[in-house]
């Protein structure tokens, strides 16, 4: 089993910034995918940034440009800053784990608020 730990949500202006985090921890590979998703009341849960295996950074088109992924060199932990946050932004975000080469499981955080007013 793999538990995800999110953390950095909150409620902020638009305009403003905040950093989200997700550590990864029991059985873990280091070959593995880490990034995060969305989902707004009524809606999808949809992808917002992800790092495949290869390191590989992937967006939504709607944070394109605003919102950085990244992880440590343990991939252990990913981040998330998103810079000029809009309303359209507010959602609960889930951190999302992938390790092809050892259960090929997706593990989901639990999930954190963020709420951008405008």
């Known amino acids: 089993q793999v538990e995800l730990v999110e953390s950095g949500g909150g409620i902020v202006q638009a305009g403003g910034s905040l950093r989200l985090s997700c550590s990864a921890s029991g059985m873990i590979d280091s070959i593995n995918a880490m990034g995060w998703y969305r989902q707004a009341p009524g809606n999808e849960r949809d992808l917002v940034a992800i790092?495949?295996?290869?390191?590989?950074?992937n967006y939504a088109d709607s944070v394109k440009d605003r919102f950085t992924i990244s992880r440590d060199n343990a991939k252990t932990t990913v981040y998330l800053q998103m810079n000029g946050l809009k309303p359209e932004d507010t959602a609960v975000y889930y951190c999302y784990y992938y390790q092809p080469n050892r259960d090929r499981l997706i593990y989901w955080g639990r999930g954190t608020q963020v709420t951008v007013s405008s």
């Open positions: 790092m495949t295996t290869g390191n590989t950074k």
